[in-house]
């Protein structure tokens, strides 16, 4: 298990920002965080990352031939520079 | 021109070893040339890619160990179930190439002019974001008080046992061996706890700033502790890994 600071690169590639400062809060828990906290697992065929606090999921990150398909329906927000989604 | 407007992406790019520093027996230092390198930030990493015959990739992130403004170089730990970690570790030789993208992180790092005290903690190859903060203090003229507590199994699992063993004027290393210790060892024999920490961090009336950089539990104890003592929990920046076996 990691956290969220070794994945720097995969949320630069899909968000075009630094992520690792970002703040999410947990659509399970309602915690927020920044997104270096978070629990990631590398060891499957994604990457998966879940909430310090309840371990709820909160995000999903699959490459398919080159495409990277990202599941945040975990995350009730995220903040990034400003920007809330 | 439109080529400029659009933000600089982070690309694969070829990384030349240039040299390899055996650290212990488990962890080796990798000096690296890369043509289009941004100067990094202290505490920052790296993603190395590896591609195997078959196609099948795998990537990970390793700390920076050098300063910015020095040449890039990474330190790895052989994991014994790593994918990437056995082949940088055991097989690279100077000359050999790979795929590396970069300068990675904006949340645990340090820039001296960001002030107070610092406080670092390391459990095992966690020191190596720390190495590069405290190469960073000497490079800058950082007069910043700074305070290593370093957490290893045993005197052999130090990574950068000389380096360490000459701190710079204002530095303070402290070492804690938690599993065997040399004959005539005085110093910290246990897993850092709450009373360690007491004894050892800055008080938090200097305002510290704390980087805690090790495996899942040693983070956990040291920033729960930290935060007891009064440091303000967004001062106290954390990077986790696995414990070895484990990840």
């Known amino acids: ?85 | 021109m439109a080529r400029t407007a659009v933000r600089r992406r982070l690309s694969w790019q070829l990384a030349t070893v240039t040299g390899v520093v055996d650290e212990t027996p488990r962890v080796r230092t990798l000096l690296l040339e890369l043509d289009d390198w941004q100067e990094h930030v202290a505490g920052q990493h790296l993603d190395v890619r590896l591609t195997a015959d078959d196609g099948y990739r795998a990537a990970r992130a390793y700390s920076i160990a050098s300063a910015p403004g020095e040449p890039p170089s990474i330190t790895v730990e052989r994991l014994e179930d790593g994918e990437v970690s056995p082949y940088l570790t055991e097989v690279v030789r100077a000359g050999d190439q790979f795929e590396v993208r970069g300068p990675i992180g904006g949340y645990f790092v340090w820039r001296p002019e960001d002030g107070g005290a610092l406080f670092i903690a390391a459990g095992g190859s966690g020191v190596v974001p720390l190495r590069a903060m405290l190469r960073e203090r000497r490079q800058s003229a950082s007069t910043a008080p700074a305070k290593l507590l370093y957490s290893s199994r045993s005197i052999d699992d130090v990574i950068y046992r000389t380096e360490l063993g000459e701190p710079d004027h204002g530095v303070e290393i402290v070492h804690t061996l938690t599993r065997s210790q040399p004959e005539g060892w005085t110093g910290y024999a246990r897993r850092v706890d709450a009373e360690l920490l007491r004894e050892v961090a800055w008080p938090s009336e200097d305002d510290p700033r704390a980087f805690v950089c090790g495996p899942t539990s040693f983070v956990e104890t040291v920033s729960a502790g930290l935060v007891e003592l009064g440091y303000a929990p967004s001062n106290v920046r954390t990077e986790r890994f696995g414990a070895t076996g484990g990840r």
């Open chain 1, 1 to 85: 298990m990691l956290d969220g600071n070794a994945i720097g690169g995969l949320l630069l590639d899909v968000f075009g920002t630094e992520m690792t400062a970002a703040e999410g809060v947990c659509g399970h828990c309602g915690t927020p965080g920044v997104l270096a906290e978070c629990e990631v697992y590398l060891g499957g065929p994604g990457t998966i990352v879940r909430c310090r606090t309840c371990k709820g999921l909160q995000m999903v990150f699959v490459e398919i031939g080159g495409v990277t398909c990202v599941d945040l329906s975990g995350l009730s927000s995220l903040t990034a520079g400003g920007l809330t989604t």
